[in-house]
C-alpha cells in the first residue's frame, strides 16, 4: 500500500488535472482550462494555455488579467500579514517572490489585451484595481499611452471643428453673395465623362456641371454625385 504523502497527492492530482485539461482540450472548452489553472493557483500554467489558446479566443487574456491582479492583492496581504516567528518570516519572503512572479504574469496579460483592444482603458483599470498595492509602474506606459491617444484624438476632433466652423463661414458668405448676384456657369466639359456639355445638363453650385445623360439613375439632380460623398462625411461628424 502506498501511502498518502503530499508528494504522492501531488503527483495524483497533477495526473487528475492534466487528464481533464486533454479531455477539455479536445471539446474546445479553453476558458475551463484556464479556470482550472486559476482555480489551483497554477500562474505559469494559465500563462502558458492563454499563450496557447489566446489566438482562438482572445477574451482569455481578459481573465489572465483579472486573475493576477486578485492573486497579486493575495500575496501581498500574506506579504504584508508576516509575522516576525521564523515560519513566518519565511512565508512573507515566498509570499513577496510570488509577488514578482504575479507582476510578471499580469504584465504580459495587460500587454495582450491592450494590443487586442479586448477592453476600454477605464475597464482595465477597475480590473487592476483589484490589487490597491500594484506598483504604478506596472500600468505607467499603458497610461501613458492612452493619455497620449486621447489627447491626439482631442487634438484632431479640435481641428476637425475648426476646419468645419471655417467651411460653415464660407458657406454663409456664399449665399450671402448667391442672394445679390448671380452665378455663371463657365464649364466646357461635364465634370463627370469630360464630354463637351451640351444640353441638356445639370449645374450645381458647387461649379461642377454634368451632362445629362451622364448621371445614373442613382446619382440623380438633387446633388454633386462629386461633391455628395465628402457632405455626407461632414454630416455624419
Known amino acids: 500500500?502506498?501511502?498518502?504523502?503530499?508528494?504522492?497527492?501531488?503527483?495524483?492530482?497533477?495526473?487528475?488535472?492534466?487528464?481533464a485539461v486533454a479531455v477539455l482540450e479536445r471539446q474546445r472548452e479553453y476558458g475551463a482550462i484556464v479556470g482550472l489553472h486559476a482555480a489551483a493557483h497554477e500562474h505559469a500554467a494559465l500563462l502558458s494555455a492563454c499563450r496557447k489558446y489566446g489566438e482562438q479566443q482572445p477574451a482569455l487574456w481578459v481573465r489572465a488579467l483579472a486573475h493576477f491582479a486578485h492573486a497579486h492583492a493575495r500575496a501581498a496581504e500574506a506579504s504584508r500579514g508576516s509575522g516576525g516567528g521564523d515560519g513566518e518570516r519565511a512565508e512573507g519572503e515566498a509570499a513577496s517572490e510570488e509577488c514578482e512572479s504575479l507582476l510578471e504574469g499580469l504584465g504580459e496579460a495587460l500587454a495582450e489585451v491592450d494590443s487586442r483592444a479586448l477592453l476600454p482603458p477605464l475597464l482595465?483599470?477597475?480590473?487592476?484595481?483589484?490589487?490597491?498595492?500594484?506598483?504604478?509602474?506596472?500600468?505607467?506606459?499603458?497610461?501613458?499611452?492612452?493619455?497620449?491617444?486621447?489627447?491626439?484624438?482631442?487634438?484632431?476632433?479640435?481641428?476637425?471643428?475648426?476646419?468645419?466652423?471655417?467651411?460653415?463661414?464660407?458657406?454663409?458668405?456664399?449665399?450671402?453673395?448667391?442672394?445679390g448676384s448671380a452665378r455663371v456657369f463657365q464649364l466646357a466639359r461635364c465634370s463627370k465623362s469630360g464630354a463637351p456639355l451640351e444640353?441638356?445638363?445639370?449645374?450645381?453650385l458647387c461649379m461642377h456641371s454634368f451632362n445629362l445623360a451622364a448621371l445614373s439613375d442613382g446619382e440623380g439632380t438633387d446633388a454633386c454625385p462629386l461633391c455628395a460623398p465628402e457632405h455626407a462625411r461632414v454630416l455624419e461628424r
Open 1 to 19: 500500500r502506498v501511502r498518502a504523502t503530499p508528494f504522492v497527492r501531488a503527483c495524483v492530482r497533477a495526473c487528475v488535472c492534466a487528464g
Open 199 to 204: 444640353p441638356p445638363s445639370v449645374h450645381f
Open 124 to 179: 482595465v483599470l477597475q480590473e487592476l484595481s483589484a490589487s490597491p498595492t500594484l506598483p504604478l509602474g506596472t500600468a505607467r506606459g499603458y497610461l501613458l499611452a492612452h493619455l497620449t491617444t486621447m489627447a491626439e484624438a482631442s487634438a484632431r476632433e479640435a481641428e476637425q471643428a475648426a476646419a468645419l466652423a471655417r467651411e460653415g463661414e464660407r458657406m454663409r458668405a456664399e449665399l450671402r453673395e448667391l442672394g
